[in-house]
């Protein structure tokens, strides 16, 4: 079983930035693929970003490149979020996800276990 705890959410002003975190623990962390995903109310769940965990290739959803960077540490069993010059857009729960194996997926169907989400909201 894996366990993941998103952190790090909270209120900001349009174009500010904000770091998500998400702690795992249960299995090997540094085998395993970690994405991140968001979802607006009334809206489906999106991808935003994955990290793979052999070459560390990276994958973006087009709406955060260059402004949203995937990053991780195996040493402290957590991959991190760090989001910058935030839009109204951006607002929404945000869910930390793991699979196994070195693929940056990007669709929700392939990743096995999802911590609860932490809360991003953007005022404008």
């Known amino acids: 079983q894996v366990q993941l705890v998103e952190s790090g959410g909270g209120l900001v002003q349009a174009g500010g930035s904000l770091r998500l975190s998400c702690a795992a623990s249960?299995?090997?962390?540094?085998?395993?693929?970690m994405g991140w995903f968001r979802q607006a109310p009334g809206k489906e769940r999106e991808f935003v970003a994955a990290?793979?965990?052999?070459?560390?290739?990276?994958a973006y959803a087009d709406s955060v490149k260059g402004r949203f960077t995937i990053s991780r540490d195996n040493a402290k069993n957590t991959v991190y979020l760090q989001m910058n010059d935030l839009k109204p857009e951006d607002t929404a729960v945000y869910y930390c996800?793991?699979?196994?194996?070195?693929?940056?997926?990007?669709?929700?169907?392939?990743?096995?276990?999802w911590g609860q989400g932490t809360q991003v909201t953007v005022s404008s």
């Open positions: 249960g299995r090997t962390f540094s085998r395993s693929t």
């Open positions: 996800t793991t699979r196994s194996g070195d693929k940056a997926a990007t669709t929700q169907t392939e990743y096995a276990y």
């Open positions: 990290i793979s965990w052999i070459r560390g290739r990276t």
